[in-house]
């Protein structure tokens, strides 16, 4: 069965980067997007960008153009996602989700900025 | 850029009540809507992927309708496990969530 397990919560300093994970299993990685998506209580969801694993191709929001950083391994069927320069508007929970409909979502990673 | 709007924002119902959720875009979405559901500390659970088809394994009591600008999400005969919040997602012009529905028992 197709699974998405992202990497633990991360307490992180403003200014600092972060790089969390998504590993996947249960199909060929390299032939689904995989995409990152942002939330925040109260601010609902934000599509953060996608990657293609198979030639690893990115997309992103424009919203998140120099924020988020999108990487894939094949080797290890792991998608990643690197957030810089954090503030504390960085704070959320953020989800992998295999490509259009997102029927398969990883269990979600908090990430914490503050000093 | 596609806004969706959804109401209500909360909904409180009871059991085996007929619930409705809407979802507006600004502009012709076609039939590019999906609807979820998110559980307090869980992966949000795809329900109905374009427009009105039924994902495997979800309860029939949860429907879909709708096209361009205007759908709907209703769950026939409200369960207690349907206790939740809903939103959609369109992916005609990238991928824009909608605000959410917290759903309630009364």
């Known amino acids: 069965q197709v699974q998405l397990q992202q990497s633990g919560a991360e307490l992180v300093k403003p200014g600092s980067s972060v790089k969390i994970s998504c590993k996947a299993s249960?199909?060929?990685?390299?032939?689904?997007?995989m995409h990152w998506i942002k939330q925040q209580p109260g601010n609902g969801l934000e599509w953060i960008g996608w990657?293609?694993?198979?030639?690893?191709?990115?997309k992103y929001n424009q919203k998140f153009n120099g924020k988020a950083t999108l990487t894939a391994d094949k080797s290890s069927s792991t998608a990643y996602m690197q957030l810089s320069s954090l503030t504390s508007e960085d704070s959320a929970v953020y989800f992998c989700?295999?490509?259009?409909?997102?029927?398969?979502w990883g269990q979600g990673t908090l990430v914490t900025v503050s000093s | 850029d596609i806004q969706m709007t959804q109401s209500p924002s909360f909904l409180s119902a009871s059991v085996g009540d007929r619930v409705t959720i809407n979802c507006k875009a600004s502009?012709?979405?076609?039939?590019?809507l999906n609807w979820y559901q998110q559980k307090l500390g869980e992966a949000p659970k795809l329900l109905i992927y374009?427009?009105?088809s039924l994902q495997t394994g979800i309860p029939s009591r949860f429907s879909g309708s709708g096209s361009g600008t205007d759908f709907t999400l209703t769950i026939s005969s409200l369960q207690p496990e349907d206790v939740a919040t809903y939103f959609c997602?369109?992916?005609?012009?990238?991928?824009?969530f909608g605000a959410g529905t917290k759903l309630e028992l009364k």
């Open positions: 997602l369109q992916h005609n012009s990238w991928y824009t």
């Open positions: 990657i293609y694993p198979g030639n690893g191709n990115t």
């Open positions: 502009q012709n979405i076609n039939r590019y």
């Open positions: 249960g199909y060929t990685f390299t032939s689904y997007d």
């Open positions: 989700a295999r490509g259009w409909p997102f029927a398969y």
């Open positions: 374009n427009a009105n």
